[in-house]
């Protein structure tokens, strides 16, 4: 079990790093695109955003504003919030007892997301700007890990079960 902890400890704190990074990169990008501050077009069609303080680009997208929001604000954001939920599920493993209500909340949230919001996202997204294929493949890889959780999640039910009935027996 100490080698679970270590990966797991290792893997929240990357995920942890993720979150925080691309929610900056999110809430950065939306400032910028709203005030205007750190950007310019180019060739007419590319809005880039700078690095703070330089005119390097970070990031670069099409100027159109359904395109912004589709295709750069709401990936990210979603991101954001995936990793968030990714580093909740590491955690659960570094906790002393793992078979707790809460930590099958955590992976209930976790599965939830992973089925539901990429999908959701799509299908609202290709209304407004064109999907490409590998956001389907990408789709379909969060819908098989929302699966997976699912099951783990289950397996921990059964988990809070069994060391209810052992308590009962103590």
């Known amino acids: 079990m100490r080698r679970t902890k270590i990966i797991a400890k290792t893997l929240y704190i990357i995920s942890l790093v993720l979150a925080i990074g691309y929610s900056i990169t999110t809430l950065y990008a939306a400032f910028c695109i709203v005030t205007g501050i750190r950007t310019s ?59 707790t209500a809460r930590n099958v909340v955590h992976l209930k949230r976790f599965f939830g997301f992973n089925l539901v919001a990429p999908a959701l996202a799509t299908v609202i997204g290709s209304f407004f700007v064109p999907i490409e294929d590998f956001i389907l493949a990408l789709v379909v890889v969060h819908f098989f890990l929302g699966i997976f959780i699912y099951f783990l999640a289950a397996i921990f039910n059964q988990g809070i079960g069994l060391q209810n009935e052992q308590d009962l027996f103590i």
């Not at 330089?54 to 099409?62: D, S, V, W």
């Not at 359904?66 to 954001?77: E, K, R, V």
């Not at 919030?81 to 007892?97: G, Q, T």
């Open 41 to 99: 077009i180019f060739d007419k069609n590319l809005l880039h955003i700078f690095y703070p303080f330089t005119t390097k680009p970070f990031l670069i997208a099409e100027n159109n504003t359904l395109y912004i929001i589709f295709s750069l604000l709401l990936p990210l954001g979603l991101y954001s919030i995936f990793f968030w939920m990714s580093s909740n599920v590491f955690r659960v493993f570094l906790k002393p007892v793992l078979f």
